[in-house]
């Protein structure tokens, strides 16, 4: 099984969320981290080994395949799904209607409760943001607050005072909010606190 190679051989691609080569890298000294990796972003990696020859690995033709009817492998005891359904997991398990019915409202609560949250939240207000997940707590500026197309539920988009954000207000080629790259950012409304934030002075800290 072939499940790698060398790293002199190698040349990496970044391509932007609507497929846009951005950059290209074959520098060995270079780290992945030297890529300015955002969201939908892709890295594309080109094996550039000349001694491999060109379709030894990718021409499946030549690869013997297994195959099964959905008949033969639903009457094989030995499979996958036959350990699923024994042992009651995932989508096979019992599911009692009672705590199905308990994790729907409690769905329904968060999801309303997280409504209320940003719509008490202005845009053009001042704020801080402290997600303990993603230090440090940072000002900036309510830019954007509703729903969007790269995650469900209810977002707000901040404009940083400092450069700690991931965009500029884009997000997967759409644009909610216009900000420098790089101080945009979307939090979720439990991790905004709206006040009289003033943009800190470096220079005091």
Request: a negative charge.
């Amino acid at each position: 099984m072939i499940v790698g190679s060398s790293a002199s051989y190698m040349e990496l691609q970044l391509f932007d969320a609507n497929g846009k080569l951005m950059v290209s890298m074959s520098d060995d000294a270079a780290l992945l981290g030297s890529f300015p990796i955002e969201d939908n972003m892709r890295i594309h990696v080109i094996d550039k080994d000349a001694t491999r020859t060109v379709g030894e690995y990718e021409d499946v033709s030549k690869v013997e395949k297994f195959e099964i009817s959905a008949e033969e492998y639903s009457a094989r005891t030995d499979s996958v799904r036959a350990f699923k359904i024994k042992n009651k997991i995932g989508k096979y398990a019992d599911k009692d209607p009672e705590e199905e019915k308990k994790r729907e409202e409690e769905q329904l609560r968060k999801a309303a409760e997280e409504e209320a949250l940003a719509k008490a939240i202005t845009v053009g207000s001042r704020c801080e943001v402290n997600n303990p997940k993603v230090p440090p707590v940072k000002r900036g500026t309510v830019m954007f607050v509703g729903k969007t197309d790269f995650k469900p539920g209810w977002w707000v988009g901040i404009q940083y005072d400092e450069p700690h954000g991931k965009n500029d207000g884009s997000v997967g080629g759409k644009k909610y909010f216009e900000c420098p790259d790089k101080y945009g950012g979307f939090t979720k409304p439990n991790f905004v606190t709206v006040g009289d934030f003033p943009e800190e002075d470096l220079d005091e800290m």
